[in-house]
């Protein structure tokens, strides 16, 4: 068992973020709650992204909705280690769904960083790689430097399976970046760029 | 291959049938004896995906993502999972999605089992609480039209339904082999 080591940690969460969105600018993406849903929106604002303010614990599993009512396109969920763990019981769900297009990109800083910087479970001994390989998400793997985007680009593109990737980033108290905090607007504009009704 | 050597009772079917007509797409589940029957006959649909959940309220976020790419979705629990779904069931209001949920009761008629009873009582309220229309079936013959109607308010008119399946109508649950 290796600890993970946050203090170590160079890569700053919303240039990864920003990165991979115009590296694979079509995807589909699921912030969680917090600084996920900043980043996301720091990275410029989408139609094709649902931001979450609410629901913690929920943005794996409403990305697996997604993938398997969408299986043409690409869907990336993007959360915070904190919103994963409240959750983790969705990564043996979706190891039991195998959907080949869902990637998880889990920015893990450690902590949680809405509330006061407290360190989480990651931070204290829970490996979210091996947990997501031992979920049956054969194609986990850990990220620490900007090379490391490149795996995450090619799982996102090659739709071969469900991937997570643990990205290793700083815990930085960022600025805050606010999308709409209408859901509605936030839902229908997403259904909307599939060429969907309201309802 | 466990499977019970009887036939399941028609409502069961019924249910199978509604949902099928209803162009359901996804169905997230935790196992109940009383959605027994449904959830085989969906893991035997090829154009229907059944979805084991470790917990509820994974049920209520996967409608939510199910609905969002253009798929309908429902969840089957039991009464004590209501519980677990509450905070999640926010989406269902602060973004407006469509839901359907059939609860099968526990802890309400010949109950073997107190620690159901709790969670039982409060299931209805506690939906209520969260913006969901509580419907019932007590009796079999209306169940295929109450689930049905469920249905329609849900993805016709936008609403969060649930159907709470009597424990009556499920039958007593046998707690001696024969």
Redesign the interface.
């Known amino acids: 068992m290796s600890t993970t080591s946050f203090a170590s940690a160079t890569l700053d969460r919303r240039a990864v973020v920003a990165q991979l969105i115009q590296r694979v600018p079509n995807v589909l993406a699921v912030a969680g709650l917090g600084s996920s849903t900043y980043d996301l929106y720091a990275a410029g604002d989408r139609d094709r992204n649902f931001y979450l303010w609410g629901a913690m614990g929920g943005a794996t599993m409403i990305g697996l909705g997604l993938a398997l009512a969408q299986p043409q396109e690409s869907v990336v969920v993007l959360t915070g280690d904190g919103e994963q763990l409240m959750g983790l019981g969705a990564l043996a769900t979706v190891g039991a769904q195998q959907p080949p297009n869902l990637t998880i990109v889990v920015l893990d800083n450690g902590h949680f960083g809405e509330t006061g910087m407290q360190q989480s479970h990651t931070h204290l001994g829970t490996d979210l790689t091996a947990v997501a390989k031992a979920c049956s998400i054969a194609n986990a793997f850990r990220v620490q430097e900007a090379s490391g985007l490149d795996a995450v680009v090619q799982a996102i593109q090659s739709r071969q399976g469900p991937s997570l990737a643990q990205i290793l980033v700083k815990a930085d108290d960022l600025p805050r970046a606010l999308p709409s905090r209408d859901g509605v607007y936030i839902k229908n504009r997403v259904r909307s760029s599939l060429g969907l009704p309201t309802f | 291959m466990s499977t019970p050597a009887s036939s399941p009772p028609a409502w069961q079917d019924a249910i199978y049938q509604v949902l099928k007509r209803g162009q359901i ?2 169905v997230g589940y935790v196992p109940d004896a009383g959605h027994a029957h449904v959830i085989r006959r969906v893991h035997a649909d090829p154009d229907m ?1 059944a ?5 509820e ?15 309908r ?1 429902v969840l089957l629990m039991q009464s004590s999972g209501v519980g677990n779904c509450i ?2 069931m ?2 269902l209001q ?5 839901f359907l949920t059939l609860v099968t009761m526990r802890g309400e008629y010949a109950e073997f089992n107190p620690w159901q009873t709790p969670m039982s009582k409060a299931t209805q309220g506690a939906m209520e609480l969260m913006g969901i229309r509580v419907q019932r079936a007590d009796r079999a013959e209306e169940v295929e039209d109450t689930v049905e109607a469920a249905l329609e308010s849900a ?1 016709v008119a ?1 609403e969060s339904m649930a159907v709470l399946l009597s424990q009556r109508l499920i039958g007593r649950k046998q707690w001696i082999k024969n």
């Open positions: 797409k996804q995906r979805v084991v959940l470790t917990t309220e994974e049920g209520v976020a996967l409608a939510t993502g199910a609905w969002l790419g253009g798929q979705a905070n999640m926010s989406i602060s973004c407006r999605i469509p993805f936008g």
